[in-house]
């Protein structure tokens, strides 16, 4: 291989590993037919996906030199383009469900030649949605696909997906951009933006935690979506506020309650508070510590005046756990509950 570490998945950010292990087997012709791309929402697993396509089918891909894919050739410019009929997304109906049906339509499509390329791929988008019986149906086909067809399958909720799914792909866990990235991201496609101040894309830069997805949605967002964007993340900050004063217990039962059902953005929430209980943390101890949540160096040290070091610590811990829960098959209603009372015990303690 004489490709350099730089002209592999040029176009997307970081993840190096994933990217290395992918695109030397895709060179090698050895990349494993089942492949299964795991992260939040917004991480660019779709994007990857088509990259991944690209690469595979891209007519300059053993020429020394050019980047894998080349963004160039006729391949690479119909699959990334979304052109190519060869490249197909198939992911839940409109209705919301992901069964059996889609599964039948999928084998029956995989057995049909390829139109123009050399290898089909499929993009099974939102796989965590797909029924547990429709996961069982899919099994044969994701082990033994028809030659030169490819799956990618795509995946937030990894818990959702049968173990039985999991030992026949290969899998890559994408983890979000660091605040590095994003910055530098925002300042390349969106630095000549008029109005957006340095301090708009400090907030951008937090609260997309690491997704692009998320920066792109805010930094085109209106103002009154802007706006709401910015609410819903300093929430932890308003939950840490509040459980300053003992009075405002119903307030906090009401946010708590009030969140998302999603399992996903619930976690982000308390993956937040969690993250900003560390801030105040390491604010207490060392002035000028990196932050996590805050956005700005006044707003955490705010935070650090009212809550004594050790209810911050046992804050910290309580929501970290509370996350894991989350992220199994507990219940959210029972979870919330928990969570709340936990919070009050900490404040009366
Ligand atoms: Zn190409």
Do not use: W
């Amino acid at each position: 291989m004489s490709k350099s570490t730089l002209n592999l998945f040029p176009q997307l950010l970081e993840n190096n590993e994933a990217k290395r292990r992918i695109a030397v087997d895709i060179l090698n012709g050895t990349l494993f037919h089942s492949i299964m791309l795991v992260g939040a929402d917004g991480v660019g697993k779709r994007f990857f996906a088509y990259q991944i396509a690209a690469a595979l089918n891209c007519e300059k891909k053993n020429d020394d030199g050019m980047p894998l894919p080349c963004g160039e050739c006729a391949s690479c410019k119909k699959i990334l383009g979304g052109h190519s009929l060869d490249v197909m997304v198939f992911d839940r109906e409109e209705n919301g469900s992901f069964g059996v049906d889609k599964v039948r339509e999928l084998r029956e499509d995989a057995v049909v030649t390829s139109n123009e390329l050399d290898s089909k791929v499929y993009i099974l988008d939102d796989f965590h949605y797909m029924t547990h019986q429709a996961q069982n149906a899919a099994l044969k086909i994701l082990e033994e696909p028809p030659k030169n067809v490819y799956f990618i399958l795509l995946c937030r909720d990894i818990q959702n997906v049968l173990e039985t799914v999991i030992s026949r792909v290969i899998r890559f866990d994408l983890r979000p951009l660091s605040e590095d990235s994003v910055r530098r991201f925002l300042d390349a496609n969106y630095g000549g933006e008029t109005g957006k101040s340095v301090e708009k894309t400090n907030e951008i830069v937090k609260f997309s935690r690491g997704s692009l997805g998320c920066a792109i949605d805010a930094v085109t967002a209106d103002s009154e979506r802007y706006g709401e964007l910015i609410d819903e993340y300093r929430m932890p900050e308003k939950v840490l506020s509040l459980l300053t004063k003992r009075s405002e217990k119903l307030q906090i039962i009401d946010i708590i309650n009030g969140l998302s059902k999603d399992r996903q953005s619930l976690a982000a929430f308390f993956s937040d508070i969690e993250c900003a209980a560390r801030d105040i943390i390491a604010y207490k101890s060392s002035r000028d510590a990196s932050r996590e949540y805050y956005i700005t160096e006044d707003s955490v040290m705010e935070a650090s005046m009212s809550l004594p070091l050790r209810k911050v610590y046992m804050i910290a811990v309580l929501s970290g756990e509370t996350r894991e829960q989350c992220l199994r098959n507990t219940n959210i209603q029972l979870l919330k509950d928990k969570y709340v009372s936990g919070l009050i015990k900490i404040i009366n303690s």
